[in-house]
């Protein structure tokens, strides 16, 4: 009877996953994430919206590069996308490493995505971020995105990142 419930479990979880949403650790994605800081012969990947990186061909984007680091398919989802579908709500005090927070409104030049590493302090505050930016490229740095409840940005939690 358990084995049932627990294929029935296992089913349900791999179907609720969009396409090319294999399952990632935490410590997987952050890993992928940490490669992008020097992968560009020892600096980091620049910023682009319409150049893409390496041999997985991901987008030099916000969305690219998070998109990259969860294994969500090349050249990478939206970020609309990445909060629509791909993606469930977190209250930001209980944002975990390897979780997201995103600003989906606006332009493709306005919306934004980081992923989260830890708490700069106790207080939660602020948080280590890894972020694709425009003119300093992917970047690991304390920001305080999503955690004012008024700044257009949702923490959220990918639906493939496993622990």
Not at 19 to 37: F, M, N, V
């Amino acid at each position: 009877m358990a084995a049932a419930v627990l294929v029935a479990v296992s089913t349900t979880l791999v179907s609720a996953l969009p396409a090319h949403a294999a399952p990632i650790s935490r410590a997987d994605l952050i890993a992928r994430a940490k490669t992008w800081l020097t992968a560009n012969n020892g600096g980091p990947v620049p910023y682009s919206q319409t150049s893409y990186w390496g041999t997985e061909r991901y987008r030099q984007d916000c969305s690219g590069y998070v998109s990259m680091a969860a294994k969500l398919g090349a050249p990478g989802q939206r970020t609309v996308e990445l909060y629509d579908t791909y993606s469930t709500e977190v209250a930001a005090v209980n944002l975990r490493w390897g979780d997201i927070v995103v600003d989906p409104n606006g332009t493709g030049t306005t919306r934004h995505v980081v992923i989260f590493d830890k708490w700069a302090d106790p207080y939660k505050t602020a948080y280590w971020a890894y972020e694709q930016r425009d003119v300093y490229g992917t970047s690991h740095r304390v920001v305080k995105y999503g955690l004012s409840g008024t700044d257009g940005y949702f923490p959220r939690k990918l639906k493939n990142v496993t622990g």
